[in-house]
C-alpha cells in the first residue's frame, strides 16, 4: 500500500456526454486520498463549457506537457490510443476506463471506478507491457507522433485506384503488394483494424508483427506475421502520386515515392490491468466466442 501522494492526467472522449457523472466520480475518489489531479485541456473545456461540470483539478494542460505516476483514459480503445500517443517514452501506466461497450485497451468498467482506484493505492494491480511500431520517412516527414499502439496502415486515397506497395524485410524483397492498403500491425492492434480486414489474433506480449493486405488485387496473397525485431521498409506507387499512412486512425497525405521504414519503438507502453484479469476472458466476451446467435 502506498502512502506517497500520487499524480494523475486524465484524457477524456468529448463525444460521449454520460461521461461526466463518471469524471466526478473519480475526482471524488481522487479528492479523497489527496492526490494531484490534471486533466487535458479539451477534455476539460467539454466539461466545463458543454457538460456545465465544475471540476476541482491542480492544473490543465496541453498534448504531453505533463508529468504524472499514472494517467486515466476515459472512452474507448480509441481515447486509449491517443492517450497513449501523448504519454510516448514517458513510460507512465495507462488506466483505460470505458464509458461504453467492453474494450480491449479501455478494459476497465465505468461501475468499477471507486475499486480500481483504491487497488491502485493498495498496490492490488499488473502492468502489462505492450510493443509499438515507430515510422521513419525519407522525404517529407510526419506531422506529430510517429509511433502506433496499435497499427500502421498505408492506404489509397479517395476513389483513387489501387496502390502499389513494395515490401522488403531486413533488406530481403518480400513481394508488391496491388492493393486498396497494407496494414502492418502490432499483438495489441491484431483485434482492430487488422483483423477486419482478414488478419490474425495475436496474444499481447507475443513478439511479432502481422502484415495484411487491404483488398488486394490477388487471392492469392495472405497475412503474414513475422519477428518484431525485422526492418520493414514500404514503397508506395499510386495513379493518383499520394496515398494515405494512418497512425492508430490518424492519418496524413504522404507523396508517391516517400519511403517508409517500421520498427519497434525504442520504448514499451504500459498498461495498468486488474489483479487476476485475463485477457482470454476479454476476447471471449469482445468477440461473443460461444454466444448463442439464435437468442
Known amino acids: ?6 499524480r494523475f492526467a486524465i484524457f477524456g472522449n468529448t463525444y460521449q456526454p454520460k461521461k461526466s457523472v463518471s469524471i466526478l466520480k473519480i475526482l471524488a475518489c481522487l479528492s479523497q486520498r489527496k492526490a494531484d489531479v490534471c486533466i487535458e485541456r479539451e477534455f476539460h473545456d467539454f466539461l466545463m ?3 456545465h461540470v465544475g471540476l476541482d483539478v491542480n492544473r490543465v494542460f496541453d498534448g504531453s506537457d505533463f508529468e504524472a505516476d499514472f494517467v486515466i483514459s476515459m472512452g474507448g480503445d480509441g481515447t486509449f490510443l491517443r492517450a497513449a500517443s501523448m504519454v510516448g517514452d514517458k513510460q507512465i ?9 467492453l474494450g480491449f485497451l479501455a478494459d476497465i468498467s465505468a461501475s468499477e471506478i471507486e475499486h480500481i482506484i483504491d487497488a491502485i493505492y493498495e498496490g492490488d494491480y499488473s502492468i ?9 520517412t525519407e522525404g517529407t516527414p510526419l506531422e506529430g507522433y510517429c509511433c502506433a499502439l496499435n497499427d500502421v496502415a498505408v492506404l489509397k486515397r479517395d476513389n483513387a485506384s489501387m496502390i502499389s506497395i513494395r515490401v522488403t524485410v531486413n533488406g530481403d524483397y518480400l513481394t508488391t503488394y496491388q492493393a486498396d492498403g497494407l496494414v502492418v500491425s502490432t499483438p495489441t492492434g491484431s483485434t ?8 490474425p489474433i495475436i496474444v499481447p506480449g507475443t513478439c511479432v508483427f502481422s502484415m495484411t493486405a ?8 495472405r497475412p503474414i506475421v513475422i519477428p ?16 494515405l499512412v494512418a497512425l492508430d486512425g490518424r492519418s496524413e497525405n504522404c507523396s508517391e515515392g516517400t519511403r517508409l521504414t517500421l520498427r519497434k519503438a525504442p520504448y514499451k507502453v504500459k498498461v495498468v490491468k486488474r489483479t487476476g484479469q485475463r485477457y482470454f476472458h476479454t476476447l471471449r466476451e469482445k468477440m461473443m466466442w460461444g454466444a448463442d446467435q439464435r437468442a
Not at 1 to 6: A, H, N
Not at 128 to 136: P, Q
Request: a neutral charge; hydrophobic letters at 35%; glycine letters at 6%.
Open 192 to 199: 482492430a483494424y487488422s483483423l477486419s480486414v482478414g488478419g
Open 128 to 136: 502489462e507491457t505492450r510493443a509499438a511500431i515507430s515510422v521513419e
Open 1 to 6: 500500500m502506498t502512502s506517497r501522494k500520487l
Open 93 to 101: 501506466p495507462i488506466l483505460g476506463i470505458n464509458m461504453g461497450r
Open 49 to 51: 463549457n458543454t457538460q
Open 214 to 221: 487491404v483488398a488486394p488485387h490477388s487471392l492469392n496473397i
Open 228 to 243: 518484431d525485431n525485422v526492418e520493414i521498409c514500404l514503397t508506395v506507387e499510386s495513379r493518383s502520386h499520394n496515398f
